[in-house]
């Protein structure tokens, strides 16, 4: 009967996932046995990647989904996108992380550096304040979406879906290989195989609402918050968009954190990007959006950020500031 059902429910998947977008986890590449399992028994043991204790709620492998996830993007399968502390897989690959950086710590720990699995907190910068429990699947949808990285349409639950599609608001040189392999994974996933063009503030904000739009300043100053989605065109603004396109002295530099002031570009939006040469192309109307300045999942830095800004008498303090200010 179960396995009935989940035939069912396959067919319907495999069906609706032909408007859904061309992610890992989707349409023909889903694999229900990654996450399921019928019976949760295999001749009499436990299924790979099941925890003992079972069978769980809707027929996971495992009752958590963070620790689900995590069972293959820990490191431990070579040609899973690794996301959890500490992440060598990217190491000599041109680029220092992964699109999205990594979790410091597995589920329930408080962490200043990444966004927390599994702990109730406060939202930062949410109006009306409000609390959350974050994992996994409050930002990827385990069987898939329309957007880039599966991510979920509607963070908060309200208002409207958030498209961010791949070839339209962000773009990719390599796509990632199906079946999936090591190297594949690591030129798909790692950040310089990604240009981006728009929508992740807009994202970012269904949850931290308070810092998108940018509330406008009194002149001469334009905004209250640092704005993202601006580019550095506008007039009168406080950029030095020579020094940004020209890519190199204060603020820019080979390796982060490596005691020599300067730091990799850092990432930008390209508004008017067709495709992953145009989204990646220095240019005056780049945009600072998020991802400029933070991971997505965490990274080495207080607030994860890309650079060691809050850290006092570090030759980077200041590097992805100077990139576009210059002062
Ligand atoms: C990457 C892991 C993953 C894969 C692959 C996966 N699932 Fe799921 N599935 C989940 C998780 C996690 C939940 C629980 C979602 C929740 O609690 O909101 C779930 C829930 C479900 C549910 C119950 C709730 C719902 O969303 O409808 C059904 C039915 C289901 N999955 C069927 C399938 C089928 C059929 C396949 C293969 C076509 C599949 N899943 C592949 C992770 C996965
Ligand atoms: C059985 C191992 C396994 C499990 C369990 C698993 N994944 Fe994956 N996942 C992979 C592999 C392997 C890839 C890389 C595939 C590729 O890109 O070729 C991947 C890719 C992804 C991607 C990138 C998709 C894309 O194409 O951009 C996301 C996002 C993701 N997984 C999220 C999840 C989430 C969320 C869960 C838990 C609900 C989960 N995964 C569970 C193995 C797994
Ligand atoms: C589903 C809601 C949700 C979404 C979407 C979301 N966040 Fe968060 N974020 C939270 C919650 C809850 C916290 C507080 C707990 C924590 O630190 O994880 C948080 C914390 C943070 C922190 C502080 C981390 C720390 O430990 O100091 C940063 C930075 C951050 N988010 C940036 C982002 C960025 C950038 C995006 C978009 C890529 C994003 N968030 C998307 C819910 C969300
Ligand atoms: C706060 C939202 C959020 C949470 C929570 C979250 N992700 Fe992500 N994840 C993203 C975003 C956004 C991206 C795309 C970032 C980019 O490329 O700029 C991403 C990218 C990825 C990728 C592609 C590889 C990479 O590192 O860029 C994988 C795999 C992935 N996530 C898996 C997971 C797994 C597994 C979990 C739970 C352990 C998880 N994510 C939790 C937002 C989130
Ligand atoms: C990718 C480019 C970029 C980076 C990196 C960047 N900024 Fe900005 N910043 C801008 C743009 C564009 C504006 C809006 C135009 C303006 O007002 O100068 C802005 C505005 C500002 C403003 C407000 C000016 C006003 O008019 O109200 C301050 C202050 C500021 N940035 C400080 C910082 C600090 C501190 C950092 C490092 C943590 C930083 N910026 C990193 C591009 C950037
Ligand atoms: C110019 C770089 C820059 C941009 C762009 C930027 N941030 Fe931040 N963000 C920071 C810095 C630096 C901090 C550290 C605290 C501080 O100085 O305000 C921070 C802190 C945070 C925090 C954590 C506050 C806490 O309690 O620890 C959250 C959440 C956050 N940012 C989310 C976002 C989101 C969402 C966006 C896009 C809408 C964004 N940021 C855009 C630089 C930036």
Known sequence: MTSRILGILFINLAMSAAALGGEYHSQTDIICSDCHTTHYSERGALPEHADPGGPFSTLLLVA??????????????????????????YNGS??????????????????????????????????????????????????????????????????????????????????????????????????????????????CADCHDALFPNA???????????????????????????????????????TTGDNLEGVPRLRFQAPTATNYGSAVTPASNNQIFCNSCHFAHGGPYDSGLLWPFKIAGEADLYSGCQQCHYK
Do not use: K
């Open 64 to 89: 958590s989904a963070d620790r689900l996830c995590l069972s293959c993007h820990d490191g431990t399968d070579p040609t899973a996108p690794d996301v959890l502390a500490p992440v060598t897989m």
């Open 94 to 203: 041109g680029s220092e992380f992964s699109g999205a950086g990594y979790f410091s710590a597995p589920e329930g720990t408080v962490s200043a550096i990444a966004h927390d699995l599994g702990v109730d907190t406060p939202v930062p910068f949410s109006v009306p304040p409000r609390s959350m429990i974050i994992s996994c699947i409050s930002c990827h949808d385990p069987h898939s979406t329309s957007n880039y990285r599966n991510m979920i349409l509607n963070p908060d639950s309200a208002g409207a879906p958030i498209n961010i599609a791949l070839d339209t608001d962000v773009f990719e040189n390599f796509r990632p290989q199906v079946p999936p392999n090591r190297s594949a994974t690591i030129a798909a996933y790692r950040s310089d195989n990604i240009g981006y063009r728009s929508g992740m503030a807009n994202w």
């Open 216 to 254: 406008p300043g009194n002149p001469p100053a334009h905004f209250q918050r640092h704005p993202s989605d601006a580019g550095q065109d506008g007039s009168g603004y406080h950029v030095n968009v020579g020094h940004w396109m020209n890519g190199s002295g204060d603020g820019f530099g080979i």
